[in-house]
């Protein structure tokens, strides 16, 4: 199945980085990522397939079971790339943190995601 790039940012947050199931993250891995899709992560991890993926996503979120991604504007798109900005914290607590996710997509899949970490953003009500 082909995607939008914005509907692949967003299942990106919800179903991968943000399942803590790892039966329901590793289907929408599967779903997704091309299968020699790469994740660059900022602290210099370079994760080359869908294996890798479903594992440091594991990782991650294990790190904090209880933290949602929370985009703070709509996906943006431009060709075969995109980028949605997001906070990430407990829900009813104000985000621990942010980011960007950078993608470009191949045949409506991700081929590569890039995630930088941001200054949290000061949000309305904050």
């Keep these: 199945m082909s995607y939008t790039v914005s509907t692949l940012l967003l299942r990106n947050l919800d179903d991968v980085f943000g399942q803590l199931d790892p039966v329901r993250r590793r289907a929408a891995i599967d779903e997704i990522f091309h299968e020699d899709a790469v994740f660059y992560d900022p602290n ?5 397939g869908r294996d ?3 594992r440091i996503a594991g990782v991650i979120k294990a790190t904090h079971p209880d933290f949602r991604y929370q985009p703070i504007s709509p996906p943006e798109e431009m060709g ?5 900005r997001w906070v ?3 829900p009813g607590k104000p985000p621990a943190y942010a980011g960007t996710d950078f993608i470009i997509a191949r045949d409506g899949k991700i081929a590569a995601l890039y995630l930088f970490f941001d200054e949290l953003p000061s949000l309305p009500g904050a």
Excluded: L
């Design 44 to 48: 210099g991890g370079v994760f080359r």
């Design 88 to 90: 990430s914290g407990s």
């Design 52 to 54: 890798e993926i479903d």
């Design 80 to 84: 075969d790339g995109g980028r949605v």
